[in-house]
């Protein structure tokens, strides 16, 4: 019976170590994100070509893109807008 209280005495000192070391690793872990994010704050790059505005559609492929809709839609469907994706 003794080994027992013991065995279950060094279980549950085992378990609240290893508890409170996660909880000291958690809390490092957050207070180093929050010094690097306000010694050392990420570089905002403005975007280049987000200020020329979208590229312009040649108009025969505006056409041909109006076109392979009609087709496949039967009628019934309608080109509404067309942007290039990066």
Same mark, same amino acid.
């Given at each position: 019976?003794?080994?027992?209280? @013991?065995?279950l005495m060094?279980m %549950?000192? /085992?378990?609240?170590?290893v508890?409170c070391?996660?909880?000291?690793?958690i809390y490092?872990?957050?207070g180093l994100?929050l010094?690097?994010?306000?010694?050392a704050?990420?570089?905002?790059?403005?975007?280049?070509? +987000?200020?020329q /505005?979208p590229? *312009? $559609?040649?108009?025969?492929?505006?056409a041909? $893109?109006? *076109?392979?809709v009609t %087709?496949v @839609?039967? +009628?019934k469907?309608?080109?509404?807008?067309?942007e290039?994706?990066?």
């Amino acid at each position: 019976m003794e080994n027992i209280n @013991t065995a279950l005495m060094l279980m %549950v000192v /085992g378990m609240v170590t290893v508890f409170c070391i996660l909880l000291i690793v958690i809390y490092l872990g957050k207070g180093l994100i929050l010094l690097v994010n306000k010694y050392a704050p990420e570089e905002v790059v403005p975007d280049k070509k +987000g200020a020329q /505005g979208p590229a *312009a $559609i040649p108009g025969n492929i505006l056409a041909a $893109i109006s *076109a392979a809709v009609t %087709v496949v @839609t039967q +009628g019934k469907g309608k080109v509404a807008k067309v942007e290039k994706v990066k």
